[in-house]
């Protein structure tokens, strides 16, 4: 399997302020193929199922806001908030989907400081 | 907008046997390949199993192989996960999720599964 590590595991950042979470897989997660990275990010709040963010590693979701971007390829990435919100203290979770088995990150938890 | 809702949690006791369904709001979702995770109370998120489009591949998680069944009712829009021998480490929240192509966009709410005696 791939394993995903992620840092820090977590983070409290002043509201406005800039949040940057990484995340490390074992073995490269870009295709040779089509040239995507089969990364995705995720938010969790209490009580909810994950979020997803990003896909292909930088492409936002729809509806998700534009503070939320995400970088990197092959086996190194980046979740970036560039201007944090009370509404964004959650869990988030990087995940592989370059193999059927998929596998996550631990977690950071991002809180307001 | 497409909704996914589990059902069929509670508490059962190790040894014992569940099933879990997946329903879904509408049709489309049986165009689309479905995964099963699951999540420790507190903790990470684990991939359990999938079912293809067509119900003709189906891939478990180690930790449930052999012991956990995915399948699928298009009648129905839904899809199921049969699990037997429980244990009290399969103790989680299990979700269903659509597995797109750029990634497993749509999650249900997901129902909690407790193994204890």
């Known amino acids: 399997d791939i394993v995903m590590t992620q840092s820090p595991e977590s983070l409290a950042v002043s509201l406005g302020e800039r949040a940057a979470i990484n995340c490390r897989s074992s073995?490269?997660?870009?295709?040779?193929?089509?040239?995507?990275?089969?990364l995705a990010w995720y938010q969790q709040k209490p009580g909810q199922p994950p979020k997803l963010l990003i896909y292909?590693?930088?492409a936002r979701e729809s509806g998700v806001p534009d503070r939320f971007s995400g970088s990197g390829s092959g086996t190194d990435f980046t979740l970036t908030i560039s201007s944090l919100q009370a509404e964004d203290v959650a869990v988030y979770y990087c995940?592989?989907?370059?193999?059927?088995?998929?596998?996550f990150g631990q977690g950071t938890k991002v809180e307001i400081k | 907008q497409l909704h996914l809702v589990e059902s069929g949690g509670g508490v059962v006791q190790p040894g014992r046997s569940l099933r879990l369904s997946c329903a879904a709001s509408?049709?489309?979702?049986?165009?689309?390949?479905i995964h099963w995770f699951r999540q420790d109370p507190g903790k990470g998120l684990e991939w359990v199993a999938i079912?293809?489009?067509?119900?003709?591949?189906?891939y478990y998680g180690d930790s449930v192989k052999g012991r956990f069944t995915v399948s699928r009712d298009y009648s129905m829009n839904a899809v199921y996960l049969e699990m037997h021998s429980l244990r009290p480490e399969d103790t989680a929240v299990y979700f269903c999720?659509?597995?797109?192509?750029?990634?497993?966009?749509?999650w249900g709410q997901g129902t909690l599964v407790t193994v204890s005696s």
């Open positions: 999720a659509r597995g797109a192509v750029a990634a497993d966009d749509y």
């Open positions: 509408e049709s489309t979702f049986n165009t689309y390949p």
């Open positions: 079912i293809s489009r067509d119900g003709s591949e189906r």
């Open positions: 073995q490269t997660v870009l295709s040779r193929s089509n040239k995507k990275n089969y």
């Open positions: 292909w590693a930088s």
């Open positions: 995940q592989q989907y370059y193999t059927t088995a998929r596998t």
